[in-house]
């Protein structure tokens, strides 16, 4: 297989090849996960076992890698335009950044009723933040609840994250 086709490796015994199929070394098995409309992103949850994937037209799906189930589909935002980034923050927060120069986080809850019984709930936004002119090409989260994002309007912002409140307190930009 040429090298171009892996398009993400995770130490857990999967592994991504391009269009989101899964092959799992425990069950020497490979699985597709995903049908949609052009991949745009993906990207593990820290720690966890959940995929984040973008889409073309907006769509973020979270599949549980356990159960090779999605447990959650959304729209990044209303203008249903490319999701190119996205990071976790620890296990349960996801941002995306959109063609549209948006960034979203969501709040992802998972509850656990019984064995292999997954029910999850993602509020509405946590935050929907515009400090780029251009499309959102790169977010990082740190250790210290702050976020940067890149554009492709030469900007880099940081932002501060309250828990607690689950909001972004402050914007700085640098360019």
């Given at each position: 297989m040429p090298e171009s086709s892996l398009y993400f490796l995770k130490i857990k015994n999967l592994l991504k090849i391009k269009d989101v199929y899964l092959w799992s070394l425990e069950k020497g098995q490979v699985s597709k996960t995903r049908i949609g409309e052009g991949l745009s992103s993906c990207k593990w949850q820290t720690g966890g076992n959940k995929l984040g994937m973008g889409d073309l037209n907006g769509r973020v799906s979270v599949w549980d890698m356990e159960t090779q189930q999605q447990v959650q589909d959304f729209y990044h935002s209303d203008a249903h335009q490319r999701v190119g980034v996205m990071e976790w923050r620890n296990q349960n927060l996801l941002t995306t950044g959109s063609k549209d120069n948006t960034i979203t986080s969501r709040y992802f809850i998972i509850f656990v009723l019984k064995k292999r019984d997954l029910r999850t709930d993602m509020k509405k936004y946590v935050n929907l933040m515009k400090?780029?002119?251009?499309?959102?090409?790169?977010?990082?989260?740190?250790?210290?609840?702050?976020?940067?994002?890149?554009?492709?309007?030469?900007?880099?912002?940081?932002?501060?994250?309250?828990?607690?409140?689950?909001v972004f307190i402050a914007i700085t930009f640098y360019t």
């Open positions: 400090a780029h002119s251009q499309e959102v090409c790169g977010l990082k989260w740190s250790d210290h609840d702050q976020l940067a994002s890149g554009g492709n309007d030469n900007k880099v912002c940081k932002y501060i994250y309250n828990k607690t409140l689950l």
